[in-house]
């Protein structure tokens, strides 16, 4: 089963901009759009927060982006605040399964 | 609105086994794939499986695969995970979600997450 890497943990302050990766996605054709990404606050369910890269749900602030570059995503969130510490978790589809990356903590300073 | 609503906690022994439930609400159930993800205390999320409430058709992680399955009850609207030979590191919180579209699609809208504690 394939794995997809984040990093641990990524921090900013109010305000600024940060990007989480996650590395190994199905970089396929065909399936390179089913890249999505969750919000999870503590004790919550995760909340879909970007689907086929760089769709937003309804709801979802237009602060969060999606972007892709070979086999790695990318989560941009933009004018950081306080409500966005929260762990992301990324997932990618292969041969019939979701996988998913071990989550990265964002710490507002 | 769409709505995903699950069974109460459970404790079990090693060896056992433990069922699950997913009430949806607001859409039409068939339409869209419903998954299994777990979460290990202090973990991460884990993909389990989804079915087709349509066909009743099952995918697997390879991981789980012989342990569970899913199964649902379209003239109630509920799908259902049912894990046996439960191990203590099974222990962990199981959400039920549905997909956003139809066919091979991410799960988007979950639910509440079931509390299962394995201990002896």
């Known amino acids: 089963q394939s794995a997809l890497t984040q990093p641990a943990s990524v921090s900013g302050s109010p305000g600024q901009s940060i990007t989480i990766s996650c590395s190994g996605i199905?970089?396929?054709?065909?399936?390179?759009?089913?890249v999505s990404w969750y919000q999870q606050h503590p004790g919550k369910a995760p909340k879909f927060t970007i689907y086929?890269?760089?769709k937003r749900p309804l709801g979802v602030s237009n602060r969060f982006s999606g972007s892709t570059s070979g086999n790695t995503a990318s989560l941009t969130i933009s004018g950081l605040q306080a409500e966005d510490e929260a762990v992301y978790y990324c997932?990618?589809?292969?041969?019939?399964?979701?996988?998913f990356g071990g989550g990265t903590k964002v710490t507002v300073l | 609105q769409v709505q995903l609503v699950q069974s109460g906690a459970e404790v079990k022994k090693p060896g056992a086994a433990v069922r699950v439930s997913c009430k949806a609400s607001?859409?039409?159930?068939?339409?869209?794939?419903m998954h299994w993800v777990r979460q290990a205390p202090g973990q991460g999320l884990e993909w389990m499986g989804r079915?087709?409430?349509?066909?009743?058709?099952?995918k697997y992680s390879q991981k789980f695969q012989g342990r569970v399955k899913l199964t649902r009850d379209t003239s109630i609207d509920t799908a259902y995970l049912e894990f046996t030979r439960l191990r203590l590191d099974d222990t962990a919180v199981y959400f039920c979600?549905?997909?956003?579209?139809?066919?091979?699609?991410?799960?988007?809208?979950w639910g509440q997450g079931t509390l299962v504690t394995v201990s002896s």
């Open positions: 979600a549905a997909a956003y579209c139809g066919g091979d699609c991410p799960p988007s809208f």
């Open positions: 607001g859409y039409t159930f068939a339409s869209y794939y």
């Open positions: 079915i087709n409430p349509d066909n009743g058709g099952t």
């Open positions: 199905n970089s396929d054709v065909g399936y390179y759009k089913y």
């Open positions: 086929e890269v760089n």
């Open positions: 997932t990618s589809f292969f041969s019939g399964t979701w996988v």
